[in-house]
Every structure is written in structure tokens, then in C-alpha cells.
């Protein structure tokens, strides 16, 4: 959470009124299940939904001026209580007897509700969460459990169809633009960038357009993938290793290649620089320029293909490098 609340949200906007509605109604359920992937903004959102309920103003949108709200900005406020986890795969029953279920009791210190957060909710155990069961049911009436999950469907059903569920959907890429843009004076060509490989999600989007590893990424993947041409199979092979021990993540170098070759198809359809992703600097579309003249609609159908048996093979798991070895294969020719 940032000192703007809720208005700091970027996108989510029908979770934003529907958590807004809630408190305007004065009728809050007492369990949520934030639904989203990893980076999608849950944990923001979830905590400013804390800080609107415990704030001292009592309006739908945390003051952040108050002492409650001042102190969950700290995270020092006592009413406002975070599940944390020993293992980093698992949430174990004695943690959730220990923080949820021994402290629910007790009324909360200065404010309206007690509200309790717990992050990668489908970390628990089964033991775990039907020791949460009970407090699900039966909640005093000011407690207020946050559940978060990356994947939903690992959860209980008892616990799941207890819970209000709040969908964290992607944004759309034109507000992950402004975003980075504006909050963050990320330049707008890298932003297009960010948030085109984001694909909505924009823990990534930040991630991206903080340059670093990322940005090394793709310039080695497409290095590779405009030189392929002009390697022995042997010295190709071993490249694509190299991605992998260096811990390029397979799905990452999909991501870049599709974007790659969408942007070369793009450009030889219609010849317009203004519409590519790839266009940040002048190597960069003199590359796009040559692969259009190089390759034909038929190469660029193949090499779409070849992606699409590589992400096939992931799934399958096949080997990473053996996949990755076919498809620089086949993007060579």
C-alpha cells in the first residue's frame, strides 16, 4: 500500500468498488479470498481494503492521515495482522492456531475490526485450513480474514465457498503504460516494452522496466535468435544450455521470441515502425527491418509454430535444453 489508498490502485477498478461498496454498506463478510496471479497486485489492494476498514475517518477510502492509517503504512498497527510462515511452501496448523485462531478472541486494540491477512493462502495445509474453518463460520463480529492465493482452486472447497472472492485480474496494457509512465518516469518506449511482455501483470511490468536482469535476457535470447543462421548445430546447442545454467527461465525465453517475431510480422505486414514493440533504439529496428526482408510469411509461420511445440514440450516435461535446441533449430532454418 502507497499514501494514495485506493487510489493508487492501478486498474482492479470493479474489486475497488465492490470493496468500496462493502464498507459504504456497513455490511463487510467476514472472509475474502483475493484471487490473482503472482505480481498482479493483490497484496496492494487487500491491505488498502485493511486500511479503509480500520481507518479512524471512517469513509471508503483510508484518510492516511490518521493513526491507524499512518501505522498500517508502518505495518505496526495491532489491529492489522499479517500470517507469516516458516517454510516458504507451507503454512502449517500450528501457525494457524497460533496466529489466527489464539488471537481471534481477543477484540481488537483501537478500531472497528480486526483484520487479519493471510498471503499464499493455498500454502496450507489441509490441516491448516480446517483449523481456519471454524473462525470462518463462526467469526466474531469484528474479525475480518483476508485470504490471498495464487491458486484458488488449492484450496478447500469448504473454505473456498466461505470466502467472498475478489478476482485481481490483469491490467490493461495502456494503464500499465501510464503507470510506468507517470508514477514511475519510466521512458515510454521501455514502458511499452514492460508492459507488453507483462501481459497485464504489473508486479512484472515494475519488474521489466526496472531494466537489469530482464533486459540482459532479451538481448541474449535475440542475439541468438538473429545469428542462429549462421551457427554449427554443435555451438547452437550449447548456447542454449548456456540460457538455462545461467537461469533465463524457459518461459521467459518464449516470451521474447514470440514478441520478437510478432514484431517482425508486424512490421513486414504493414510497414509501420510506429506500431512494434521493439522499436527503443535505432539497432533495434534496423534488426526488425532486416529480419522482415529476411524472413517469409511461410519462415515466420514455422517459427510460430516451433514456439508453440516448445511451450507443448514444457508441458510435457521434455527436457528444457532439448526443447530449446529444436527451436533455435528451427528459427535458423
Same mark, same amino acid.
Given at each position: 500500500m502507497n499514501e494514495k489508498g485506493f487510489r493508487g490502485v492501478v486498474g482492479?477498478?470493479?474489486?475497488?468498488?465492490?470493496?468500496?461498496?462493502?464498507?459504504?454498506?456497513?455490511?463487510? $463478510?467476514?472472509?475474502?479470498?483475493?484471487?490473482?496471479?503472482?505480481?498482479?497486485?493483490?497484496?496492494?489492494?487487500?491491505?488498502?481494503?485493511?486500511?479503509?476498514?480500520?481507518?479512524?475517518?471512517?469513509?471508503?477510502?483510508?484518510?492516511?492521515?490518521?493513526?491507524?492509517?499512518?501505522?498500517?503504512?508502518?505495518?505496526?498497527? $495491532?489491529d492489522l495482522l499479517e500470517v507469516v510462515h516458516e517454510k516458504p511452501d507451507l503454512i502449517s496448523v500450528k501457525e494457524v492456531r497460533e496466529q489466527v485462531v489464539a488471537t481471534v478472541g481477543k477484540r481488537p486494540f483501537d478500531s472497528k475490526?480486526?483484520?487479519?491477512?493471510?498471503?499464499?493462502?493455498?500454502?496450507?495445509?489441509?490441516?491448516a485450513q480446517n483449523a481456519l474453518l471454524k473462525t470462518i463460520e463462526e467469526p466474531p463480529d469484528y474479525a475480518i480474514l483476508l485470504l490471498l492465493a495464487n491458486s484458488p482452486e488449492a484450496l478447500l472447497p469448504t473454505i473456498h465457498s466461505r470466502c467472498v472472492r475478489v478476482d485481481v485480474r490483469g491490467v490493461p496494457n495502456a494503464k500499465l503504460v501510464e503507470h510506468l509512465v507517470q508514477d514511475l518516469n519510466v521512458p515510454p518506449k521501455d514502458a511499452e516494452v514492460a508492459a507488453a511482455f507483462a501481459q497485464g501483470n504489473?508486479?512484472?511490468?515494475?519488474?521489466?522496466?526496472?531494466g537489469g536482469a530482464f533486459?540482459?535476457?532479451?538481448?541474449?535470447?535475440?542475439?541468438?535468435?538473429?545469428?542462429?543462421?549462421?551457427?554449427?548445430?554443435?555451438?547452437?546447442?550449447?548456447?542454449?544450455?548456456?540460457?538455462?545454467?545461467?537461469?533465463?527461465?524457459?518461459?521467459?525465453?518464449?516470451?521474447?521470441?514470440?514478441?520478437?517475431?510478432?514484431?517482425?510480422?508486424?512490421?513486414?505486414?504493414?510497414?509501420?515502425?510506429?506500431?512494434?514493440?521493439?522499436?527503443?533504439? $535505432?539497432e533495434e529496428m534496423a534488426?526488425?527491418?532486416?529480419?522482415?526482408?529476411?524472413?517469409?510469411?511461410?519462415?515466420?509461420?514455422?517459427?510460430?509454430?516451433?514456439?508453440?511445440?516448445?511451450?507443448?514440450?514444457?508441458?510435457?516435461n521434455v527436457s528444457a535444453s532439448f526443447a530449446l535446441e529444436l527451436l533455435f533449430t528451427e528459427i535458423a532454418g
Amino acid at each position: 500500500m502507497n499514501e494514495k489508498g485506493f487510489r493508487g490502485v492501478v486498474g482492479h477498478g470493479d474489486a475497488v468498488a465492490a470493496l468500496q461498496n462493502s464498507i459504504r454498506s456497513g455490511r463487510v $463478510p467476514h472472509a475474502y479470498l483475493f484471487a490473482g496471479e503472482e505480481g498482479a497486485g493483490k497484496h496492494f489492494l487487500a491491505t488498502t481494503f485493511a486500511a479503509a476498514l480500520l481507518c479512524k475517518e471512517g469513509g471508503t477510502e483510508p484518510c492516511m492521515r490518521c493513526a491507524s492509517c499512518r501505522r498500517v503504512l508502518a505495518g505496526t498497527w $495491532p489491529d492489522l495482522l499479517e500470517v507469516v510462515h516458516e517454510k516458504p511452501d507451507l503454512i502449517s496448523v500450528k501457525e494457524v492456531r497460533e496466529q489466527v485462531v489464539a488471537t481471534v478472541g481477543k477484540r481488537p486494540f483501537d478500531s472497528k475490526y480486526k483484520v487479519y491477512i493471510i498471503d499464499d493462502a493455498e500454502k496450507m495445509n489441509p490441516q491448516a485450513q480446517n483449523a481456519l474453518l471454524k473462525t470462518i463460520e463462526e467469526p466474531p463480529d469484528y474479525a475480518i480474514l483476508l485470504l490471498l492465493a495464487n491458486s484458488p482452486e488449492a484450496l478447500l472447497p469448504t473454505i473456498h465457498s466461505r470466502c467472498v472472492r475478489v478476482d485481481v485480474r490483469g491490467v490493461p496494457n495502456a494503464k500499465l503504460v501510464e503507470h510506468l509512465v507517470q508514477d514511475l518516469n519510466v521512458p515510454p518506449k521501455d514502458a511499452e516494452v514492460a508492459a507488453a511482455f507483462a501481459q497485464g501483470n504489473i508486479g512484472r511490468a515494475r519488474e521489466i522496466a526496472g531494466g537489469g536482469a530482464f533486459a540482459e535476457h532479451a538481448a541474449r535470447v535475440l542475439g541468438l535468435a538473429r545469428k542462429a543462421r549462421e551457427l554449427p548445430i554443435a555451438k547452437l546447442a550449447s548456447e542454449t544450455e548456456a540460457f538455462l545454467k545461467e537461469e533465463i527461465a524457459f518461459g521467459e525465453i518464449l516470451d521474447i521470441l514470440l514478441l520478437w517475431y510478432r514484431d517482425v510480422l508486424l512490421y513486414k505486414s504493414t510497414g509501420d515502425m510506429e506500431k512494434v514493440v521493439f522499436r527503443r533504439t $535505432p539497432e533495434e529496428m534496423a534488426a526488425l527491418r532486416t529480419e522482415a526482408a529476411l524472413l517469409s510469411y511461410e519462415d515466420l509461420g514455422r517459427i510460430f509454430e516451433a514456439i508453440e511445440h516448445a511451450a507443448a514440450a514444457e508441458r510435457a516435461n521434455v527436457s528444457a535444453s532439448f526443447a530449446l535446441e529444436l527451436l533455435f533449430t528451427e528459427i535458423a532454418g
